[in-house]
């Protein structure tokens, strides 16, 4: 017996012997049967599909808006050990304008990860009525905006996907001057669309 669910020993009793033949068999930690996404009204629904899991922690959803630069905009916890299927959905509600990129990072409990394939839909993409400089930034980004954006969300991520600053309305200004060198991305999240800016700190 084995106390480890990824082994499975199977044992075979041929006729007319006294030996025992073991095999061991290493199952697949998660088998990932099905990734896709769609546009909806409320954003872009991603739904995934296993058929098993093995020390499934969770899945990071990550996106991108040039296949090159990721940043986790969510987080779905997973079974565990399963040998059934089991649904997965996730809806990003601020999409950016253009093509978006996403996939899953599948985390095991003891550290390691597995990405799935990456999947695109495109949003239409409206002209930016936004300007930010300088970039790189040493102190203060500032922004200017064409037209009313008032009711404008304004969100600061790190490049890990760490949500720093959150602010309803439009500002004209962001102090860089507490965070360290860096990437960052600067979401806008406007009435008609959403504005993605990738931010470099000196």
């Not at 990932?32 to 969770?58: M, Y």
């Not at 009525?129 to 008032?150: F, H, K, R």
Request: glycine residues 6%; aromatic residues 10%; negative net charge.
């Amino acid at each position: 017996t084995s106390s480890d669910p990824s082994i499975v020993y199977t044992v075979d009793y041929t006729s007319n012997t006294d030996e025992v033949e073991i095999c061991v068999q290493a199952a697949l930690p998660v088998v990932l049967t099905k990734f896709v996404g769609e546009k909806t009204e409320h954003g872009t629904k991603l739904t995934w599909e296993t058929a098993s899991e093995i020390n499934n922690k969770d899945f990071d959803i990550e996106r991108s808006n040039n296949s090159k630069d990721w940043i986790t905009i969510g987080n779905v916890r997973g079974n565990n050990n399963s040998y059934t299927v089991n649904q997965y959905s996730f809806i990003d509600t601020a999409p950016a304008a253009g093509t978006n990129y996403y996939r899953l990072k599948q985390n095991d409990y003891d550290g390691r990860y597995e990405h799935s394939n990456v999947i695109a839909l495109d949003f239409e993409n409206k002209r930016s009525a936004l300007t930010i400089y300088p970039n790189p930034v040493n102190d203060i980004l500032y922004i200017e905006s064409v037209g009313e954006m008032d009711d404008a969300i304004l969100n600061l991520y790190n490049s890990n996907g760490v949500l720093l600053r959150s602010k309803n309305g439009m500002s004209k200004q962001i102090s860089f001057s507490e965070l360290g060198p860096g990437v960052y991305y600067l979401n806008i999240v406007g009435s008609e669309n959403t504005i993605m800016h990738k931010v470099v700190k000196n």
